[in-house]
């Protein structure tokens, strides 16, 4: 059986998800948890799409048959692995040709229930942009950089709290060296993606934490709307010497080749000057990581400050934070939201 669905029945459905698009259609963006089983690569569907554009339909429809008919046995194969109940989920672009030639296919091969999604992906995408919009109680952790926000939002998820982390889903830590040691990012659509999945899994009730952001976290964008919810929400700034930070910048980033260092230092030369870039450089190049990281800090420190500044002064509350006494922070940071929330209610 074969039917359609609109996006909030699909979604709540539990079956596996297949996206039939082509692998670099999915790689911009997908459902998260779906399977890639494109019908065409990368390549094919540009040769199809052109045929559409140039000739007509049907010159496309048969060329577009030519290549995937070797292909059928080997994707009712993938398919049952995913579903050996015979129940699936199928998407592609806009719910057309691909998706219904594949629910059709996988019907015709005995699969009980076969579900597709009205408009597809398309319609996955608006549902994600409109849950931005959705009321949210947000929470946002604020500290320069090196200070250990990151280890405090895990103490806090640890302590019950609800938390995203920005920087993981974005594999990007915020700075010119933020990319060191992560994996590539996500591209923006399919960051919000992500961001979606995490928020759907939270209790709307319950106040969110997050770490203050610029809306650009490395090539990624933060959503416009999530954003602007975060600048007007209240900020906990954790306030750690510049002297603790650096020596934690030390431990956190001297695991990393110095090239790396050296490449993440030049990118901001302009901003930290030319001569405080060289000095940085040669301190590299001598093993003394804890100069490099002074150089680094007092550039971000200002830039930090500068953001600092535009907030309205009754929205910010400074927390002193010792050097490694972010569970007590966390702590203190429950306290104070579970406080906030009696005095909201």
């Not at 997050?210 to 209240?234: A, N, Y």
């Not at 510049?242 to 001297?254: C, E, K, N, T």
Request: hydrophobic letters at 40%.
């Amino acid at each position: 059986m074969v039917r359609a669905l609109d996006i909030a029945e699909f979604l709540a459905q539990d079956t596996p998800v297949i996206d039939v698009r082509s692998p670099g259609e999915f790689a911009h963006g997908h459902i998260p948890g779906a399977h890639s089983m494109p019908l065409f690569s990368n390549e094919e569907r540009a040769i199809v799409g052109t045929l559409y554009k140039q000739q007509d339909r049907d010159v496309a429809m048969l060329e577009g048959l030519r290549i995937v008919g070797p292909k059928l046995a080997g994707m009712v194969e993938e398919a049952r692995a995913l579903a050996p109940d015979g129940r699936i989920r199928v998407h592609c672009w806009r719910g057309g040709e691909r998706s219904g030639s594949v629910a059709w296919l996988l019907d015709k091969a005995g699969f009980s229930e076969v579900i597709t999604l009205r408009k597809g992906y398309k319609a996955f995408r608006n549902h994600v942009l409109a849950a931005f919009d959705a009321p949210m109680d947000l929470l946002v952790l604020g500290g320069y950089t090196g200070t250990g926000k990151t280890e405090t939002l895990a103490h806090l998820r640890a302590l019950g709290e609800q938390v995203i982390d920005l920087e993981g889903l974005a594999h990007h830590k915020g700075s010119s060296f933020g990319a060191i040691g992560e994996e590539p990012q996500p591209s923006t659509e399919h960051f919000e993606n992500l961001l979606w999945n995490e928020l759907i899994t939270l209790d709307p009730s319950r106040p969110v934490w997050v770490e203050d952001e610029s809306q650009l976290i490395g090539r990624v964008k933060v959503p416009q709307l999530f954003h602007d919810r975060m600048r007007s929400s209240t900020l906990y700034f954790a306030e750690m010497s510049q002297a603790d930070r650096a020596d934690r910048l030390v431990v956190d980033y001297g695991k990393y080749p110095a090239e790396q260092l050296a490449e993440a230092m030049k990118r901001i030369e302009k901003r930290v000057g030319p001569q405080h870039c060289k000095t940085a450089l040669t301190a590299l190049a001598e093993g003394d990581l804890r100069t490099v990281a002074i150089i680094a800090l007092t550039y971000y420190d200002k830039t930090y400050a500068f953001g600092l500044e535009k907030r309205e002064k009754e929205q910010v509350m400074h927390l002193p934070l010792q050097r490694g006494g972010h569970a007590e922070l966390a702590k203190s940071l429950c306290d104070l939201a579970a406080r906030r929330s009696v005095v909201r209610s």
